[in-house]
């Protein structure tokens, strides 16, 4: 057993570290504050072959696999999470379906353009009535006996990476029939952006990650090729499940980001503040408070290497990814409310990543399945039915 990165992931870990600090840090509190997507430096992470890390080199990809993705994750989201959850949603949710469960055309035509950042995916899963449900779809596609083409009604909520400038596609999901037992066979389809009657909304005011694009879908009559089903008719529910246990393993690494951030952010705002004649960091409350940061840090970091490292390994991580994905976003928000308590009064002035990091914490407990969702996950790994 080796917890320490290979030389390859190391070379990865200092190079994502470097453009953070050098490209991200000083630019991306203005994006932030104005709610505007920071293309100039998504563009750089494709050039830097961010969104191709787990993908083969055949379709454009840089050969590696979810540890590499986590990595990046993990040192983008020490600095800043809107560009890390464009990042993850690009790759997990956008161009990762394509890449499980495409037919070799749909990789062909999709993957290299995803993998180089041209382009950017979504999947839309969540609809207004259901997020944790997810089984209660309403959005439906029929068959449209004459062309064979897919018709789409319907409505998608929150979803991350839709309406860029440079979104090519939504993978949604859509009730495409019933089972004997009258139960719904969802299906995966994937629409082009752009397709008449694919609309998407104004994005929406966030509470965080203001510098990500999230946005309100909606399908009227929206006609696309037979040929654009993802995989076999009726599996959708069982590729979203995948797509999630995946992305589970992505949220917590970026969530183990935020929380070293917020310890990289207070031990040095500890060293330079000074109260009662000395800094605030010689104070053994404050000494406490970030070692238990740290320590929480690390931990999380443990878990959602763990996790990858079954994934990557082929062997079952459901479990594992859950873990890591409840403790990392538990200890994101811990260390947020900490940092932004060491920072007093300046915790809470935008200027500071601390207070950044405040805002885009809470939302990791919620996306790709809420800590609720995840605890339930769990009692089931454990042989708990409810
Ligand atoms: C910024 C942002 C980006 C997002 N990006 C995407 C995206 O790209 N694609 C996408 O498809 N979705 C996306 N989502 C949606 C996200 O995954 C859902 O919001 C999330 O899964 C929760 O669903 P919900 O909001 O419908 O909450 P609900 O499912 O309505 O849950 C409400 C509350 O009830 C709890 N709850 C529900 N059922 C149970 C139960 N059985 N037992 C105990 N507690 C329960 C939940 O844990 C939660 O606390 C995004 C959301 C946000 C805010």
Same mark, same amino acid.
């Given at each position: 057993m080796d917890h320490r990165l290979s030389p390859e992931l190391e070379e990865?870990?200092?190079?994502?570290?470097?453009?953070?600090?050098?490209?991200?840090?000083?630019?991306?509190?203005?994006? !932030?504050? @104005?709610?505007?997507?920071? !293309?100039?430096?998504?563009?750089?992470?494709g050039r830097m072959g961010l969104f191709g890390l787990p993908f083969p080199e055949e379709y454009g990809g840089m050969g590696g696999d979810y540890l590499a993705l986590g990595i990046a994750l993990e040192e983008l989201a020490r600095v800043d999470s809107s560009v890390a959850i464009t990042l993850e949603a690009g790759v997990s949710l956008g161009a990762m379906?394509?890449?499980?469960?495409?037919?070799?055309?749909?990789?062909?035509? =999709?993957?290299?353009?995803? #993998?180089?950042?041209?382009?950017?995916? $979504?999947?839309? *899963?969540?609809? %207004?009535?259901?997020?944790?449900?997810?089984?209660?779809?309403?959005?439906?596609a029929r068959r449209d006996e004459t062309t064979g083409e897919w018709v789409i009604n319907g409505t998608k909520c929150f979803i991350t990476n839709s309406g860029t400038d440079i979104t090519g596609l939504v993978t949604v999901t859509a009730v495409t029939g019933r089972k004997p037992d009258g139960a719904p066979l969802i299906s995966a389809i994937l629409v082009p952006s752009g397709t008449p009657g694919f609309t998407v909304a104004a994005p929406y005011s966030k509470v965080g990650w203001n510098a990500s694009d999230t946005r309100e879908l909606s399908f009227a009559d929206v @006609?696309? %090729?037979?040929?654009?089903?993802?995989?076999?008719?009726?599996?959708? !529910?069982?590729?979203?499940? @995948?797509? *999630?246990?995946?992305?589970?393993? $992505?949220?917590a690494a970026?969530?183990?980001?935020?929380?070293?951030? #917020?310890?990289?952010?207070?031990?040095? !705002?500890?060293?330079?503040?000074?109260?009662?004649?000395?800094?605030?960091?010689?104070?053994? $409350?404050?000494?406490?408070k970030v070692a238990d940061m740290e320590m929480k840090a690390h931990t999380a970091r443990l878990a959602w290497r763990d996790a990858a490292s079954k994934l990557v390994a082929g062997e079952p991580f459901k479990k594992e990814a859950a873990l890591a994905k409840l403790y990392s976003s538990t200890v994101a928000v811990d260390n947020a409310r900490d940092?932004?308590?060491?920072?007093g009064g300046y915790g809470f002035m935008n200027e500071y990543p601390?207070?950044?990091? =405040?805002?885009?914490?809470?939302? *990791?407990?919620i996306g790709e399945g809420t800590?609720?969702?995840?605890?339930?996950?769990?009692? @089931?790994?454990?042989?708990?039915?409810s």
């Open positions: 990865l870990r200092r190079t994502v570290e470097e453009f953070a600090h050098d490209v991200v840090a000083p630019k991306i509190g203005d994006f !932030y504050e @104005r709610h505007e997507f920071p !293309y100039e430096i998504v563009r750089e992470m379906p394509i890449h499980l469960f495409g037919t070799e055309e749909q990789k062909r035509t =999709w993957l290299p353009r995803l #993998c180089s950042g041209e382009i950017l995916g $979504a999947f839309g *899963l969540t609809e %207004p009535d259901g997020g944790s449900d997810a089984g209660a779809t309403r959005t439906t @006609r696309v %090729p037979a040929a654009n089903l993802l995989g076999t008719e009726g599996r959708g !529910y069982a590729q979203f499940l @995948r797509i *999630l246990d995946e992305g589970r393993v $992505a949220i970026l969530a183990t980001g935020l929380a070293q951030g #917020c310890v990289d952010e207070s031990v040095k !705002y500890a060293k330079e503040r000074h109260a009662f004649g000395r800094p605030i960091g010689a104070n053994q $409350a404050i000494q406490f940092a932004t308590q060491i920072h601390v207070a950044r990091m =405040w805002r885009d914490a809470k939302i *990791l407990e800590s609720e969702v995840q605890r339930m996950l769990i009692a @089931r790994e454990l042989g708990l039915v």
